[in-house]
């Protein structure tokens, strides 16, 4: 199995310093528990089988390297890389996010909503070969570079937002497609416009070789959750589970109070205009 790629974009990385690089960018890698490690190496494993990554040759000149660690979730393990230093010195390219707001309010005057979720999202974007040595990772069982743009670099975002849009430049200038990331929603008024619209959605996704998750995709809901909320064409809720777990996580950090201020607002902006 592989991820989808869409040739026609390549993720590039620029710094803004030369040789030789600063120390902090060539780091070691960081200490972890036996679990970790095993639960690390099958990342790694996985990774590897998708294509996403690749080893690295024990006679190539390693110069960059960022450290990566297994971080524990109710008994899940993610692999997470601390690419701080690296951003730092990473030339930014601006590309906008869209408005949560706006898109919000568009969604929620829909009568019928489809959503898809890109399918290892980023990884969908090939790495060029002069910027593989600025994503070499390092941990207990080797080194290995990206051979797909990774999670966590500083132009990540951007760029697959910016990829999205070449794609699909005529269904967001009609105002039915809703793209947050890797999020693509489809809305519509009447169910013969949302079978068309889909179509061509569907049709420009396979064209340009990119993969959806089938299973996180949901099609024709008149109620559905997207950008986390529960909307539909009369009303706009917050997702109770994504509620819970947002307040819990940043009721800890003491940003709580930031978090429910600004979705509050943003409901009631979007009650008004409805």
Avoid at 139 to 151: A, Q, T
Avoid at 169 to 195: F, M
């Amino acid at each position: 199995m592989t991820t989808g790629v869409t040739f026609s974009h390549k993720f590039d990385i620029i710094l803004n310093i030369e040789r030789p690089y600063p120390p902090l960018l060539r780091r070691p890698e960081y200490p972890e528990s036996p679990k970790s490690r095993e639960s690390l190496e099958l990342h790694i494993k996985e990774i590897l089988d998708l294509h996403v990554m690749g080893n690295v040759g024990h006679n190539e000149k390693v110069e960059i390297t960022t450290p990566f660690i297994v971080k524990w979730n109710n008994g899940k393990s993610i692999m997470v890389g601390d690419f701080r230093p690296h951003n730092n010195y990473t030339v930014p390219e601006r590309s906008p996010i869209p408005n949560f707001q706006i898109s919000l309010t568009q969604i929620s005057l829909a009568v019928y909503i489809s959503t898809m979720d890109c399918l290892t999202g980023f990884h969908q974007s090939v790495v060029t070969p002069r910027a593989r040595k600025y994503l070499r990772i390092i941990v207990h069982c080797g080194v290995y570079e990206y051979l797909k743009m990774p999670f966590g670099t500083k132009n990540s975002p951007s760029k697959f937002q910016r990829m999205i849009h070449e794609i699909f430049p005529e269904e967001l200038s009609e105002g039915w497609l809703i793209i947050y990331i890797d999020d693509i929603i489809v809305c519509s008024k009447t169910w013969e416009e949302h079978t068309y619209r889909l179509s061509r959605v569907l049709g420009k996704i396979k064209s340009v070789n990119m993969r959806i998750s089938l299973k996180k995709c949901h099609f024709g809901f008149k109620e559905l959750k997207a950008l986390g909320q529960v909307v539909s064409g009369l009303s706009l809720e917050i997702d109770k589970k994504h509620w819970s777990s947002t307040t819990e996580t940043y009721a800890s950090e003491q940003k709580g109070d930031l978090v429910i201020f600004g979705t509050h607002r943003i409901l009631q902006t979007a009650h008004l205009k409805l």
